[in-house]
């Protein structure tokens, strides 16, 4: 029988397991922080005529930020190494996330936290790359389903945590207690960043980490960036637009970024922006990201309306969401490992996962739009559907790794969340606008469910994905270039 060793990937997974973990803990805490200030009337929400709505436009300004870096987050990877983004990415959202909690104001908050977006936003392509770098090939699609299990329990923990945390200062902070989570979030990302860093980067003869040209030119993008979301947001609010107006003109970057892209960079990045399949890729996530931030940001919300109680009842209901994704994430990468052998394996899981899921999406709806309240149904309905979204994530990753050049890993899975992340930007506001507009959450649940049958689509018009067999000559190892 051969022997379990240990080996360095596999503490390259644990490491990366952890960053997931306190980067969704921390980009998680605005949906229930900003329910507990609509509760209770405080801070930059007090006596706001469309609460949902602006509390919408927060996460949807966080996610313009977190989009936007994406490719240059996956671009800078494949240029100074993707251990070196991904320990700047995490000390960035460290520090950003405490200087959140010590600020006030809406605007300083807004600005904040898009520039935590900024610096979350590179994260994805370089964890993802890195990942496809150092595991061996036929263990890929597990390896990417166990790091990203963090997410799950970041996002867990931010749910069920958040609220208790506020209550907990309230007696201390009063109406600013909702300070605490971000104090508490940037604290514990500083120290996961030195964790990561040495733990991620071994002392190798040859290897080196390129931190100060990467700060450099990620310090320059993201200015630029924060100025033109803080920008297009004055400009808007100046001119009275609706919160949903805002938000689509943030989306009109990522159209602007891609034609920069294309004008800029075609022929160095051709394989992974004229590639049709990769493209179908790309505007699939649109449903996937839409799905995640809208269950992410207003889960605890829609549970509290529809099923009565109280925030910790409804938070612990929205939580086996997340919870689901410490079996479905390794579960998808198991399935796509096992489906790597077979024509358009993975492809073909990932369309029919994503079919299962808008089944239970309307099948949620419908069971929430009858006026039952039972919260043990709700429960078991939201964990069913959260084993299902989160095991396909884990077989796109695979699907977006075997279809790009692996010089080029990078840039394309930035890509991907590039044009994915449409629908982190839109759901919270748009989901907070029909709640405000219809009184109620069905509207936003079915929106939901259509989109990702939409994407679904996308998916299955995919024609070729290339199989685990023809990257098995493909080097791996720890080595950064």
Known sequence: MKKRTWEQYHTVWLMLFMGWAISYADRTITGPTISWMIAN??????????????????????????MLT????????????????IVISLFWAGVTTLLTGVTGGLVAFIALRVLTGLGEGVLYSNDRSLVAQITPPLKLGFGMGIVITGLSLGFTLALLGTIPLINMAKPMLGGDAWRAPFLLL????VIVAFLVKHNIAP?????????????????????????VIMAVYAVTEHLG?????????????????????????????????????LVLLYISGIGICWHLWFYGYWSVEI???FGGGAFSSAALVA???????????????????????????RRNALAFLMAVLTVLIFIFAAYLMSGRKDLVVMSILLFISGLVFFALQALNYTVTADLAPVELRGAAFGMWNLVAEIGAVLSPVVA????????????????????????????????????????LGVPYGIREK
């Open 41 to 66: 009337d405080v801070g930059f929400l007090k006596d706001a005529s469309n609460p949902h709505a602006l509390g919408g436009l927060l996460g949807s300004l966080f996610f313009a930020g977190y």
């Open 70 to 85: 994406q490719f240059p987050g996956g671009y800078f990877g494949d240029k100074y190494g993707h251990r070196t983004i």
């Open 186 to 189: 940037g604290f514990l990302s």
């Open 203 to 227: 002392k190798e003869a040859g290897t080196t980490y390129a931190y100060k040209d990467a700060l450099t030119n990620l310090v320059k993008t993201s200015l630029l960036f924060l100025a």
């Open 241 to 277: 637009l609706s919160k949903v107006g805002i938000a689509l003109i943030l989306t009109c970057l990522t159209f602007i970024l891609i034609a920069f892209i294309f004008g800029k960079k075609s022929k160095e990045l051709g394989p992974i922006l004229r590639e049709p399949n």
């Open 303 to 305: 549970v509290k309306e």
């Open 319 to 345: 939580s086996f969401n997340g919870l689901a994704g410490f079996i479905g994430f390794p579960l998808g990468g198991k399935i796509g490992d096992v489906m790597a052998l077979r024509r358009n394996g």
């Open 432 to 471: 907070g606008a029909l709640r405000d507009a219809t009184g109620n959450w069905s509207s936003a649940i079915l929106l939901d469910g259509a989109i990702m049958a939409v994407s679904c689509l996308f998916v299955l018009a995919i024609g070729r994905v290339i199989s685990v067999p023809s990257l």
